[in-house]
């Protein structure tokens, strides 16, 4: 009886083992007609994916490219945008300490960016900080993350998302233009990134952030912000104004002219921004659809608006509209458009561009006056008072039928009290923006001495200081440049 039991068993484990191999063995079961079709038209609408039985298992072609040509306008916006336009900005003895303080961010902030960065941000975590999952781009694949987008590729997101890390350090160069030492720059923004710009990203997108209330229903502060006037404008305009104020005002500044020295890069380097500012607030969608057409037509009429204001309004005030005014309203109105150009309609994209071409204007030709500070190329007056008008304005304007999402989780909100929540999330991030600034630049002097190059180079031009180099160089047997 115990054989026959034994035998009976052995049988029963031959049989379930066949079992399994013939499974194993057997063609995997294909996607119904049904399940093709709900997949093409979630392509189509950017929602999620309806079944993993599909045969379009990487991503959509058509986002995933827009979101390649998107990466690349955000690039172009520092490299050569935002160069060019502070190149023009400064005086020709400092043009090229300019050029280089961009791209030498633009390679550091890479590699911080593939080492810890993409992953403290948009990792998984906890409400204020992204974990290590995806630290040196681990797992960071041409397999969609569908925390983020299902039909985008995980490794184009990463890449998309780092253009916006790299112009953000940028954007503080402009207030500290002409007097700060090159190897300060670098540690500054080293440290500045991991301090305030990896918290801010996750807090506001990241997966979980607490204050990510379009997609996190669980957020503290349910703010909204499209694509950055928190994360970028108004943690790198306060924090330019903190520093420069820390950092002190240039030799001769208020005694001594200090005009651009050439208008022509300025205006160069603006064009260059404002088209790269579709793929900043377009690209934000992270999706070629609906709402991405909507922040594109947002987005032109605010920067529009914004260069018409402030130019009309020296026309009006002094006789004569500037081209330095139609360059810095344009870009005025394109950070105060860029917090709610997925979420605002055309005509509040109009108003938004005259206050932002008015507010802007006035900080930067009475504020700075009043109180004396030396933000060099106006980084403070037309990035922070943009991004942060922008950011309560988004609040104000935000509609479900310019973008449905925002009745997931801020149904209740939309049309009422949606701006105290911007107000809450923008006034932390100021104050968070400024502490940490003073702090990393009292350290920062305390290890490299001082913040600032010697008088004496100051004067000799941070060109020849820094680089040894020219940006201009003046042959005088030739009697010209060559």
């Known amino acids: 009886m115990h054989l026959i039991r034994r035998y ?20 995997a079961k294909e996607p119904t007609l049904e399940q093709r079709v709900a997949d093409i038209e979630a392509y189509l609408n950017n929602t999620a994916r309806t079944t993993t039985a599909t045969k379009v298992a990487g991503p959509g072609p058509g986002h995933n490219g827009w979101m390649m040509v998107s990466s690349a306008l955000v690039l172009f916006m520092t490299l050569p945008g935002l160069a060019l336009f502070y190149g023009g900005l400064v005086r020709r003895k400092n043009v090229l300490s300019v050029l280089a303080q961009c791209l030498g961010l633009a390679g550091l902030v890479s590699v911080l960016w593939w080492a810890v960065g993409y992953s403290l941000c948009f990792g998984k975590g906890n409400g204020f900080l992204g974990g290590f999952g995806f630290a040196f781009f681990k797992n960071v694949d041409a397999t969609p ?51 305030v710009y990896f918290p801010a990203a996750h807090l506001i997108w990241g997966n979980g952030g607490w204050m990510n209330g379009l997609a996190n229903p669980d957020a503290k502060i349910k703010a909204i912000d499209f694509a950055g006037g928190i994360v970028v404008h108004m943690t790198s305009g306060w924090s330019a104004l903190a520093l420069c104020i820390f950092l002190g005002k240039r030799l001769g500044h208020g005694k001594e002219p200090m005009p651009p020295h050439s208008m022509v890069l300025c205006m160069v380097g603006t064009g260059m921004l404002w088209v790269g500012w579709y793929g900043f607030n377009a690209g934000s969608a992270v999706a070629a659809d609906g709402i991405a057409s909507n922040a594109f037509v947002a987005t032109t009429l605010a920067a529009a608006v914004g260069s018409v204001a402030w130019a009309g309004i020296e026309y009006i005030t002094r006789g004569k509209p500037s081209v330095l005014g139609f360059c810095s309203g344009a870009v005025a109105g394109l950070a105060t458009i860029t917090p709610g150009c997925g979420f605002v309609s055309a005509g509040s994209a109009i108003l938004i561009g005259a206050v932002a071409g008015t507010a802007t204007f006035l900080s930067c030709s009475k504020l700075k006056s009043k109180f004396g500070y030396d933000d060099s190329l106006d980084t403070f007056g037309v990035h922070a008072v943009g991004g942060t008008l922008g950011t309560i304005l988004a609040g104000v304007f935000a509609s479900t039928k310019i973008n449905p999402n925002l009745a997931t989780n801020l149904n209740g909100l939309v049309g009422k009290t949606l701006w105290l929540e911007q107000l809450k999330a923008g006034g932390l991030m100021l104050v968070w923006s400024v502490g940490a600034t003073l702090a990393i630049a009292w350290l920062v002097g305390k290890l490299l001495g001082d913040l600032r190059v010697e008088p004496e180079l100051e004067m000799q031009g941070l060109d020849v200081s820094e680089h040894g180099e020219e940006g201009y160089v003046y042959d005088s047997d030739l009697g010209g440049h060559r």
């Not at 068993?9 to 379930?16: D, T």
């Not at 954007?171 to 233009?177: D, F, N």
């Not at 090159?182 to 923004?189: D, G, H, P, Q, Y």
Request: aromatic share 14%; net charge neutral.
């Open 145 to 195: 993350n569908p925390d983020y987008a299902s039909w985008v590729s995980h490794n184009i997101f990463a890449i998309y998302q780092l253009m916006f890390a790299i112009i953000t350090p940028a954007l503080i160069i402009g207030a500290i233009a002409e007097r700060m030492k090159f190897s300060a720059i670098l540690l500054f923004s080293t440290l500045w990134m991991f301090i």
């Open 8 to 27: 009976c068993v052995v049988l029963l484990l031959a049989l379930c083992f066949a079992n399994t191999l013939r499974a194993a063995d057997a063609p």
